[in-house]
């Protein structure tokens, strides 16, 4: 079954596949100005609204039929290049049109014999891409 997905990375648990999201964090913020005054207080402007930003956690596994070497060199590629990304959990598409991935973190945390990464968590952070 979907879950959803980032771009074409999907997010998916079947019975050959588990590979899901965790520990998502979604925040935004607004932009104030303020303006010194003479003698009195200072006075707050609102100027606008930063973009969004997500956060999440995604395990990848090859004991959960996940290969973490391809998804990882494809987040790099996103990441690198910029690539506005749709994001979909669900039947819901979050954020007003893509995203692009600001940062990552990958934890290694098993390997095979041959040196090849078989469980991992990738930490991504997200931020918001408007047209």
């Given at each position: 079954?979907?879950?959803?997905?980032?771009?074409?990375?999907?997010?998916?648990?079947?019975?050959?596949?588990?590979?899901?999201?965790?520990?998502?964090?979604?925040?935004?913020?607004a932009r104030h100005a303020t303006h010194q005054?003479?003698?009195?207080?200072?006075?707050?402007?609102?100027?606008?609204?930063?973009?969004?930003?997500?956060?999440?956690?995604?395990?990848?596994?090859a004991y959960l039929g996940v290969n973490p070497q391809t998804v990882i060199a494809k987040?790099?590629?996103?990441?690198?290049?910029g690539t506005p990304l749709p994001l979909v959990i669900g039947r819901k598409?979050?954020?007003k049109?893509?995203?692009t991935i600001q940062?990552?973190?990958t934890k290694a945390q098993f390997f095979d014999g041959e040196g090849d990464m078989t469980h991992c968590t990738?930490?991504?952070s997200l931020l918001e891409y408007l047209k």
């Open positions: 079954m979907r879950i959803g997905m980032l771009g074409d990375i999907v997010f998916e648990v079947s019975d050959e596949t588990v590979m899901t999201l965790k520990g998502m964090n979604w925040s935004g913020s005054r003479l003698l009195t207080n200072a006075k707050t402007e609102f100027v606008g609204i930063d973009p969004d930003k997500m956060k999440f956690d995604i395990v990848l596994s987040l790099f590629q996103y990441e690198r290049a598409a979050y954020g049109y893509r995203w940062q990552h973190q990738v930490s991504l």
